[in-house]
């Protein structure tokens, strides 16, 4: 049986295209519904890639992970606000003043371009550090699990929408926050064994079972076989 609303649960990345290449490739599998618009895309293409989704009526997850003093957080929040984006991707670790502030402007900037706002969440840790990794770069004393928690709190407690974790804090996350506070799950691998360059990383139905609300996923699509097929059996996968 179908599942409900599980094609909005996935997130396609597409920075490995340049724009007219995820132009052809969303005309190919017109049942995704988001697509995450990363650094990689935006530095090439500019604005312009998101007027261009739009156009498809695609939703867009701009994933710039913003980390910067809270006025220019706030400001850069307030112009991607006024391009119909939906969700804005912000780091945590800015601090409750910045994401405060970058929250407060989202919602200015949408209400300029009369638009809906988006939903800003918080960057936790990103899926690339392993535990080992994580200790001895950042000198971190305290595990991932406690971090991506404390983050998580910092976002809430500041008014935003959700968060970004891996899909091994989920669980713990889901625990504490309902399911109005979102958690947007990178690290999603159809065969666990290929990591690419990610570490935290789960299947998709192990994924929503932990209760991620969304999940990102890239190159276990965009580089598969058949991608609006591999999309599909996702999407029947989860629930």
Not at 21 to 34: D, S
Not at 79 to 95: C, R, Y
Not at 165 to 177: D, F
Request: proline share 4%.
């Amino acid at each position: 049986m179908k599942k409900i609303n599980s094609e909005e649960k996935i997130i396609l990345a597409i920075d490995g295209l340049d724009i007219f290449q995820a132009k052809v490739f969303l005309q190919k599998c017109p049942n995704i519904k988001w697509v995450k618009v990363g650094l990689e895309l935006f530095t090439r293409e500019g604005p312009n890639a998101i007027k261009i989704l739009k156009d498809l009526n695609k939703k867009i997850f701009l994933d710039l992970k913003f980390h910067d003093i809270p006025n220019t957080m706030s400001a850069a929040c307030y112009e991607v606000s006024k391009l119909g984006v939906d969700i804005i991707s912000v780091h945590a670790s800015a601090g409750s003043k910045a994401l405060a502030a970058s929250k407060n402007a989202s919602l200015e900037g949408a209400k300029f371009a009369n638009l809906s706002p988006p939903n800003v969440v918080g960057i936790t840790v990103l899926t690339s550090f392993s535990r080992v990794e994580f200790e001895t770069d950042l000198d971190r004393k305290n595990s991932i699990e406690d971090n991506v928690v404390r983050l998580a709190k910092l976002s809430f407690d500041a008014g935003l929408d959700g968060c970004v974790c891996s899909p091994w804090e989920a669980k713990k996350l889901r625990s504490i926050y309902k399911n109005n506070f979102e958690l947007i799950t990178p690290g999603i691998r159809i065969k666990i064994q290929n990591k690419d360059d990610q570490h935290r990383i789960m299947t998709p139905c192990e994924a929503i079972k932990n209760g991620a609300s969304k999940l990102v996923i890239g190159r276990s699509i965009s580089r598969a076989k058949d991608p609006n097929k591999t999309f599909l059996d996702i999407c029947d996968s989860i629930y």
